[in-house]
């Protein structure tokens, strides 16, 4: 699978003349240049547009404002964008462009520093919460594409008669702003500034990673307005220091259909974007799927007896190897004792196949169960099979949350070094310090909480008897930290949990 690192794309050099280059004394300025190398993985619902978007305007106006055009609407239906990273609906005020002489130049923003040609700020604004976080702009890059976008035209029809007429207003021909503005992208986001004066640090930045095509032919109609009034040359604003502030980069969570997937080749330097999701959390029809949430004061306390383990357990294996399938790393061990364990309620035995982990990418999401409604950062699985007896569960898993201490659990440090290079080679075995499992599990002998369940990923067989410990196993933020980074190389790994399911009555 590719990853961003390979994105990493030859920006061109070029003497910028633009008036807009002096540092300023703020603290969160606008534009960055982002680095997709410290970029945090996230995710956030999808971004919602009013349906307003997709209507068509009574009016459309633009305006030569001296330093871009802008363009406002007049429209029966409200324009709001909410959800994804917002907590209160944006409404929309105007949409704007940034642009150079040549296709070196244009950006504001810039990725790994590389510039785009155009860049277009779509303003929103609220004024229910504190001045920053007043202004919402969501940002798209323009990519040349031998293909015009059609969305401009109206716009680029009259630019060349509005361009020479500073501040006066101009009708053009309305369409629905869907027209332009792609709703469902990943995207970027920070705080921010204004990139114009004064510079306000209000600007909640949402940087679209789904680039827009635009033809050098429309492009020359920006540039030929640069030559009507000097305010629209060059009229990008020069990078500014990111000063410790964090980049998100939020994955669109909802499974891309086939046109969108189409428009996803375009992505600048997200391609890995089209198959990360954030956790598996649609709900499965059947009636005993896993994961569920535990709670504690309402399971039945029932002696069942101890689990058994044959020898193989407490005896050093013959290797262990660390294996990535892309959605997991799973530890295997070859033992020349038996590894089996024996449930009291079950008269078979179920051998030992291997043991996988389930993160999130913060540490309060991770773990697949939830115990009263609580995460853990991590759950371990430990899956074991039958084919003995059809009349029995296929599967037992034993489930093991881990909590965040200061104090991995022994054997932890062992799959530690190899789980990056199972993540960097997918299905290529990495060779693990072999130890003992049951050491690594702790004791043989533990409280857990036992329910027939499914599997949590495809095909979720609801052949499973699940067996979870009380007690977490523990992991240091050091040793997270590395399944953190497992997950930005294969990107598959983000978020590789499926959430509780509903209990059906
Ligand atoms: C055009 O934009 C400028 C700058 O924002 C503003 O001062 C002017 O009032 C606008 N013109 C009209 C007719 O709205
Ligand atoms: C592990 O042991 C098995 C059986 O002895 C062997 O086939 C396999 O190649 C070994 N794997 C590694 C990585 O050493
Ligand atoms: C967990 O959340 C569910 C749904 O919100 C709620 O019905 C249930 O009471 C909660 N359980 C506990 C133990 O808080």
Same mark, same amino acid.
């Given at each position: 699978m590719l990853t961003l690192r390979s994105f990493v794309v030859v920006s061109v050099i070029v003497s910028v003349n633009c008036q807009n280059c002096a540092k300023s004394n703020g603290i969160r300025q606008s534009p960055v240049n982002i680095n997709t190398l410290n970029l945090i993985y996230d995710w956030a619902p999808s971004l919602k547009w009013s349906f307003g978007y997709a209507l068509t305007p009574e009016s459309v106006y633009i305006n030569n404002t001296g330093s871009s055009f802008s363009l406002t609407v007049k429209h029966k239906w409200p324009l709001e964008i909410s959800s994804g990273v917002l907590d209160v609906p944006y409404k929309f005020d105007q949409l704007h462009f940034h642009w150079g002489d040549h296709n070196g130049i244009g950006s504001e923003h810039t990725i790994d520093g590389f510039t785009y040609p155009l860049e277009m700020h779509v303003v929103h604004s609220q004024n229910t919460k504190n001045d920053a976080d007043q202004i919402v702009v969501v940002a798209y890059f323009f990519k040349v594409s031998s293909i015009p976008n059609l969305g401009l035209q109206s716009l680029l029809d009259k630019m060349l008669e509005a &361009?020479?007429? @500073?501040h006066e207003i101009f009708e053009i021909k309305p369409f629905a702003l869907s027209q332009l503005l792609p709703e469902k992208f990943s995207y970027l986001t920070y705080k921010g500034s204004l990139t114009t004066p004064p510079y306000t640090e209000s600007v909640t930045w949402i940087i679209s990673t789904l680039e827009l095509p635009i033809s050098e032919s429309q492009l020359d109609v920006f540039r030929e307005t640069s030559k009507m009034d000097? &305010?629209? @040359?060059?009229n990008f604003r020069c990078g500014q220091d990111l000063n410790f502030r964090d980049v998100r980069l939020i994955l669109e969570p909802v499974q891309y259909s086939h046109s969108s997937a189409h428009m996803l080749l375009q992505l600048f330097l997200f391609v890995a974007v089209v198959t990360a999701l954030g956790p598996d959390c649609i709900q499965n029809p059947g009636a005993f799927q896993s994961p569920i949430d535990i709670d504690t004061k309402t399971a039945l306390i029932k002696k069942i007896g101890k689990l058994e383990w044959s020898t193989g357990y407490n005896r050093l294996p013959e290797n262990a190897t660390l294996i990535s399938n892309g959605h997991t790393v799973s530890l295997e061990m070859v033992s020349r004792y038996p590894m089996e364990i024996k449930f009291p309620l079950f008269p078979v035995k179920y051998k030992f196949i291997q043991l996988h982990f389930h993160w999130g990418n913060k540490f309060d999401v991770g773990s697949e169960h939830t115990m009263n409604n609580k995460s853990y950062p991590m759950e371990m699985h430990v899956v074991h099979t039958q084919t003995e007896n059809l009349l029995y569960p296929k599967y037992i898993v034993l489930g093991y949350f881990l909590s965040l201490t200061r104090k991995g659990t022994t054997g932890l440090e062992e799959i530690i070094p190899a789980v990056v290079p199972a993540a960097t080679t997918i299905n290529a075995p990495i060779p693990v310090k072999r130890f003992k499992l049951l050491k690594f599990l702790g004791s043989h002998v533990f409280p857990y909480y036992t329910y027939q369940g499914s599997l949590t990923t495809t095909p979720y067989d609801e052949s499973v008897r699940w067996i979870v410990a009380k007690n977490p196993l523990s992991i240091t933020r050091k040793q997270l930290d590395v399944f953190y980074k497992a997950a930005q190389i294969e990107i598959d790994m983000l978020n590789n949990y499926r959430c509780t399911q509903d209990p059906k009555v």
């Open positions: &361009g020479p007429k @500073k000097q &305010g629209l @040359k060059n």
